[in-house]
Each structure stands twice: as C-alpha cells, then as structure tokens.
C-alpha cells in the first residue's frame, strides 16, 4: 500500500441492474469500466438498498437509511427515521474525511433532502454537509436536456447551452474539480462523489450513441437473458449452475411482443445512456492520468439500486398534480415543442419530446438473471456491481471476490485507507482485507424498504416480498432465488427473521402498515 493518503474517487450511477456492464455480462459497451475492472477487482456480492434516497442516505452516513432519518423518500412523514431529511447529527463521509485533511468535491445527484428550494433551507445542501466544491441536481432525477434544479455551490444554475446534456455537464465538472486540485491543492489529498443520473428515466440520450445500438437488443429479453447469465457463470463472477428465475409473469415471451421495435429501442436508448456515461467516466480518468494522481486515487464505482421497471404514467395530471413540473420534467422542449409522456409505441424515446421509461421487459434482463427489481430486497433489488480500482494499493488485477458487502461499508473502507479513526458512531466494515482476498468482517446484512424485507446471515438468505410470506434461499447454491427452502427450515426461519426484527427495532423501522397509514393521512 502507498505510504500516502489515497484519493478517493466514488462513482455511483443511478437504476442500474447487476448485469448491464460488459464485464458483468452485458452487452452495453463500457470500455472504461471494463478496464478498471481488469485493473482491479469486481465483487459479487456487494448489496445497495434497493431505492435511491435510502441507498444515498446509507452511502453518505455509513449508517441503515432509517438511522439517517431518510428511511422511505424524502417526503416528511413526521416519525424518526422518516423524515426524508439527513440527519445532521450524523458526520457525512465529506465531512469526517474533511476533519482528517481531504479536499471533498461533489458532482451529480443529491437527493437526501426534502429541502430543495433555492429560498429555502440549505441546510443539507452538499456544500453545508462537508463538501468544498458542488454541482450537480438536489433532486431525484430529472429531464436530461431540461434538468429542474441543476445547482451550483448553493445557487441555481440556469441551463443556457443549446446542446446540454446532463451526464456530459456532470462529467465536464468532475473533470474541472480534478484539474483544480491538481493545480491548488496538490498537496492535500481529495474525496469526489460523482453520482450520475444516467440510465435513470427518463430515457433521454444524444443521436449518435443511440444510433451505435441499433439491432443491438433485436434478440430480445428472453435470448438476451440466458446469455447473460453464461458470461457471468463463465466469467466466475456468478457460480456455474447457477440457474435463471423466470421471466416476469407480465412480461410475454419475446416472441410474443407485438410492438418489437418500440421495444428496442427502449432498450436502446438506455444502453445509450450508459455508453455516454462510461465516455465520460474515460474522460474522468484521463484528467487523473494527465494530473499525476490516477495511480494513488483509489476508486469505486457501484449502482444504488437494481434495475427499475417502472412504467410512467402517461396522465399529464399526475405530473402537475404531484408537483413535479419544472422540477424532474418539463412540458415544452427548448424549442416550444409539446413533451409526450409515457410508454407506448407511438411515443419515440430519446429526444427531448420523449419522457418515457425502459419498463419490465428490459429491466428483468438489466437484472439478469435475479429476480425483481428496484424498490424490492430480492437479488434483483438490492445485488450491484461493484468495481475497485487502486494502482498503488491493490496487487490483485482483474480478480474476483465474493465477500459480501453493503453500502456502509464503503465510508468505513475510505476513513480506514485515510487513516482516520472515526469518533462516531457507523455500521459499516472496511473492505479493506477483502482487497486481499481475506475474509470480511460483514456477517449479517439486513434490508427494508417498503415493508419489503431481508436478512442476510453468511449464504443463507430470508426475504419478504410485502405482505407476502418469508422465504429462504441458499445463496451459494441458488443466488437467483428459485428453490424456497422456508418449508424445510423451519428453525432457521425462525432464528433470521428474529435476527432481522431486532436490527429493525434498533435502527427505528416501522411496520410498513404504519407509514402507510400516515402517509394516507397526510394525502400523499
């Protein structure tokens, strides 16, 4: 290891499913990310929450979203670990690495705080949470070419180049942020969290990478699945036998679509956004490469969720009514055109007058081969790639591991590379002896969202689809979830379900009953 301080660089993208990287198994190209992966490590087993808020919340705190108060979104529904505003008794990882002398830039996506008016409370803007430089979107998501609240330190920053486009402003900024540390700060070591939007809906992305895909996806889901899961069994990445869960029940057979090419190009476009950010990724690291600071800059690059099926409604007063216009959309594109929302194959995604979603089909493929999806603690929710990448730190190239992780766990890995003891509580575990294969500290891994629960207990896993009942699965005979063992293990139902009722109790989750009926009470 270097006897200096590491830069950390933190990638993390927005709804993406395990397998959609080319060295996990896709067929999107990402030659950049597929370099960091030959240069360094890929992981298995690495786990997200299964929403963005939530996962964002954990990344940033080292803590279960539901102890840094953003347990659901971030709508205040008035009860500790529900507030869906960042705790700010709890350091962010911005600001304990701070404490211990590292710059700390941010890019991209925020979304941890219900306060996002530019005249109201900034207090959980990046910039008052520990970072030094911020430019990025406060909120979910938002329109690609139009984005709602793009920001800059704490101000608003207008859009007025004819030919924006977010995962390239985003990109041009981190590149910015590393040319000036370089140049004023060379000194000291840094922190950037660069956290795209892309491929999150809606599926919006430049000409010219959607042309690169044309008859990529024409096989279809079914064919495309099994494929997947072969280069990941081949690749070591997922155990051989292992088997593919069944298509989505409302998902038909490819063969069976009757609007095939709508479908594709869905598809994509999707693919098409992330090519565009793998691109900039590529440009992030030549300005490390050209700055002298790629060999000491450790990083990482992960999804906060699992591929998303969601369908978006094509009603223009869902839109309005939910008060989101302006904010993540627009009803005009720049030149006065009328944007059409929704999916349907009279609604072409991709440009601007687009506001549309991949849906099912293409997420249970950017899962492949899990089952389920974002918002859901199935392996389809909740399984990441994730790349590690450290010239001088890691001896290992192109390796594997299959210690299982979770988000906190990357706060506790950068304060432990930094040298810095942390005088807070966290829950996270250094994947720092896993870098050299050793075992990990992380023995038990836990998750709700939305009534949606999980716990993990070494290859044994206990899941619930809401309200459905428990069901257990040997994850080293089946990650893909399809053998329920619950009936044959009754004891050892028993035993991890009261494993995961006492983490809940002591992290503050409430019956997913509960927030419903408050959040009925509250009209939304």
């Known amino acids: 290891m270097s006897t200096r301080r590491p830069n950390i660089l933190l990638i993390l993208n927005d709804d993406m499913g395990f397998s959609d990287l080319g060295c996990y198994g896709g067929e999107i190209e990402t030659p950049n990310l597929d370099s960091l992966a030959a240069g ?42 529900y507030l869906g505003d960042l705790d700010t008794s709890r350091p962010t990882i911005a600001e304990a690495l701070k404490r211990g002398g590292y710059r700390t830039y941010m890019t991209g996506k925020w979304h941890v705080t219900r306060h996002c008016e530019p005249d109201g409370s900034k207090h959980n803007w990046p910039c008052q949470r520990g970072f030094d430089d911020f430019h990025g979107i406060l909120n979910g998501c938002g ?29 041009q900024e981190a590149v910015r942020q590393i040319r000036e540390h370089a140049r004023h700060h060379a000194d000291r070591p840094f922190f950037q969290y660069l956290a795209h939007t892309a491929p999150h809906w809606p599926l919006h992305a430049r000409g010219e990478d959607i042309a690169k895909y044309r008859g990529r996806f024409d096989a279809g889901w079914d064919e495309l699945r099994a494929a997947r899961l072969q280069r990941l069994s081949e690749s070591g990445i997922l155990p ?42 590529g440009q992030v690291l030549d300005a490390l490469r050209e700055t002298g600071q790629f060999d000491n800059t450790l990083i990482f690059f992960l999804s906060d969720n699992g591929g998303c099926a969601e369908e978006l409604p094509q009603d223009m007063n869902f839109w309005l009514t939910k008060g989101l216009e302006e ?3 627009t009803l005009t594109t720049r030149s006065g055109r009328e944007v059409r929302f929704g999916n349907r194959p009279d609604i072409l995604p991709g440009g601007e007058e687009s506001y549309s979603s991949y849906g099912t089909g293409w997420a249970n493929l950017s899962n492949a081969p899990f089952r389920l999806y974002k918002h859901w603690v199935h392996e389809g929710g909740i399984a990441t790639p994730l ?18 992780g979770q988000l906190m766990d990357l706060m506790a890995t950068c304060l432990d590379v930094a040298g810095i ?76 379900a009261a494993i995961h009722q006492q983490w809940a109790a002591r992290c503050g989750v409430r019956p997913w009953e509960e927030i419903l009926q408050i959040r009925k009470s509250l009209g939304r």
């Open 240 to 281: 051989g036998g292992c088997a593919l869960s069944e298509r989505d029940p409302n998902v038909p057979r490819w063969e069976d679509e009757p609007d095939k090419a709508w479908q594709c190009r869905r598809m994509e476009v999707y693919a098409a956004q992330l090519d565009r950010m793998d691109q900039g990724i």
């Open 143 to 171: 329109n690609f070419f139009q984005p709602g609240t793009l920001t800059h330190g704490n101000e608003p920053a207008p859009v007025t180049n004819p030919d924006y486009y977010m995962t390239d402003d985003f990109t």
């Open 421 to 496: 003891a942390p005088d807070f509580q966290h829950e996270g575990f250094s994947l720092l002896p896993t870098f050299s294969n050793l075992p990990g500290e992380r023995e038990t891994l836990c998750w709700e969202h939305e009534g949606n629960q999980a716990v993990r207990c070494g290859d044994w896993k206990l899941v619930r689809r809401y309200p459905n009942d428990w069901e257990l699965f040997d994850l080293s005979k089946d990650r893909s979830e399809t053998r329920d063992l619950a009936a044959a293990h009754p004891q050892r139902v028993a035993e991890m």
């Open 40 to 81: 360094g490590l890929r992981y298995s087993s690495f786990c997200n929450t299964a929403r963005c808020c939530p996962s964002r919340a954990s990344l940033l705190t080292g803590l279960n979203p539901h102890q840094a108060d953003v347990g659901h979104m971030t709508l205040d529904f008035g009860v500790d670990g």
């Open 327 to 329: 904010k993540i959309c």
């Open 387 to 404: 790349i590690v990448h450290w010239p001088q730190g890691l001896s290992a190239r192109g390796e594997i591991r299959h210690q299982p």
